[in-house]
């Protein structure tokens, strides 16, 4: 399976951005997908992650209540929605793939996740 991210871009603070991620190959709907971000000079860090029914979800706590994960099994696609954007969310975003099957508990570690994304460069200007 190959990941796609897009929708990055410059931003002002209190903005939106909404970023997708389409899955090409494998089967998508059995993946559990997550969000990371790492901002220059910092280690990657977890965002959000969404079960493979889309009804579970859960947020890092500094995103939560600001943006929102989803996803669209029949386009093979994950989404996530930052509203409110703050200086402090400027960084890489990198959509990530868990293949360990419809079992595999929700991680907010990297290493559970296999298969990334190149990433998509989203700044906020204060």
């Known amino acids: 399976v190959q990941l796609q991210a897009s929708g990055g871009g410059l931003v002002q603070a209190g903005g939106s951005l909404r970023l997708s991620c389409v899955a090409s190959?494998?089967?998508?709907?059995?993946?559990?997908m997550a969000w990371f971000r790492q901002a220059p000079g910092k280690e990657r860090e977890f965002v959000a992650t969404?079960?493979?029914?889309?009804?579970?979800?859960y947020y890092a706590s500094s995103v939560k209540g600001r943006f929102t994960i989803s996803r669209d099994n029949a386009k093979n696609t994950v989404y996530l929605q930052m509203n409110s954007l703050k200086p402090e969310d400027t960084a890489v975003y990198y959509c990530?793939?868990?293949?360990?099957?419809?079992?595999?508990?929700?991680?907010?570690?990297?290493?559970?996740?296999?298969?990334w994304g190149q990433g998509t460069l989203v700044t906020v200007s204060s």
């Open positions: 190959g494998g089967t998508f709907n059995n993946y559990n």
């Open positions: 990530a793939a868990d293949r360990r099957g419809p079992r595999a508990i929700s991680s907010v570690i990297s290493t559970s996740y296999d298969v």
């Open positions: 969404i079960r493979y029914t889309g009804i579970n979800t």
